[in-house]
């Protein structure tokens, strides 16, 4: 089985990843191995490519995928926030390049089984990585209205965030919310039709809150980006795709306090804090996808890439 999955920003990544025929290149999300697997193309037998993401199913496709390239492949089952360990394992102690493409690919969402979509009466689910012992259901059904509120507030950036996790908490005193369209069907009771109309698809949101708090997205990489561009080589890249506004002010700020890392007063005529840079920031404003790109992939259009360059 190999993934059905449309790489975002394809040509962009291999452009601005600089790649070295004999260099060490990471892919930190590996998923369908579409970016991998023109990466892989690139390298020479000196030349070493390593992938790495959760998800067994995307493990299985990408060795599927890099088969032609596995004398310079290695392929880790693991989360990127394990990074360094896992560089270690494989005696490998700084890279040319590391990139990451976040969120969830087409084939997790187009795999009803998966529960990641609200487009499919499925068990809801939503795991990156299947042998975590909590749900998506979990979170619908065991949160606090509270917490439900906060998650959906915050990561789902719902100005009814309040209202559907008060419906939530309702419709479970009644029985366990189990599917995809059950928990649809309760969105859609707590938010103005007027809206509905207007704003997309109701449940969007609130999917994607309860998708970030299960597989902590957000906190994976805010405790990954700084780490990942230590462990580049002089003049390496780390090359971050991000698709909602909360995974980019994340990726931009820490490129900012990595290119500019000084806390002294702005008064002060000379650094006394000692914090040295680690490098730049390549564009101050992101790459987007292209017209054309955006037409033939709608799920591109929200996309955005950023890039760091190690000093």
């Known amino acids: ?76 089952k693991s989360n990127y926030v394990n990074i360094k360990n896992i560089l270690e394992s494989l005696n490998v102690d700084r890279v040319d390049g590391i990139y990451i493409d976040l969120g969830v690919s087409s084939y997790q969402l187009d795999n009803a089984e998966r529960g990641f979509s609200y487009r499919f009466d499925s068990a809801l689910d939503m795991r990156m990585d299947k042998s975590l012992d909590i749900t998506a259901q979990d979170i619908v059904n065991d949160y606090s209205e509270q917490e439900l509120y906060r998650i959906i507030k915050n990561y789902g950036e719902d100005i009814f965030a309040k209202n559907i996790a008060k419906h939530i908490v309702i419709a479970r005193k009644e029985k366990r919310i189990e599917s995809g369209l059950e928990l649809v069907e309760i969105i859609k009771r707590a938010i103005p039709k007027k809206f509905q109309i207007t704003s997309g698809h109701p449940a969007k949101r609130t999917f994607q809150a309860i998708r970030i708090e299960l597989n902590k997205e957000l906190e994976v990489l805010e405790n990954s980006l700084e780490t990942m561009i230590d462990l580049l080589k002089p003049n390496g890249r780390l090359l971050v795709i991000s698709f909602h506004s909360l995974e980019d002010r994340i990726v931009k700020n820490i490129f900012k306090r990595c290119e500019n890392p000084c806390t002294c007063p702005k008064n002060f005529p000379v650094c006394v804090c000692g914090n040295k840079s680690k490098g730049k920031v390549l564009m101050r404003k992101p790459i987007l996808p292209s017209e054309e790109e955006s037409e033939a992939n709608p799920r591109a259009k929200s996309a955005k890439l950023r890039i760091f360059v190690k000093i």
């Open 1 to 76: 089985m190999i993934f059905e999955h449309k790489s975002v920003l394809l040509n962009e990544i291999i452009k601005n990843l600089s790649i070295k025929e004999d260099g060490t290149y990471v892919d930190a999300t590996l998923g369908g191995a579409g970016h991998a697997l023109e990466v892989c193309r690139r390298l020479s037998e000196k030349g070493h490519f390593i992938g790495i993401d959760q998800d067994e199913d995307a493990i299985e496709s990408s060795k599927l995928r890099l088969k032609d390239y596995m004398d310079r492949v290695d392929i880790v």
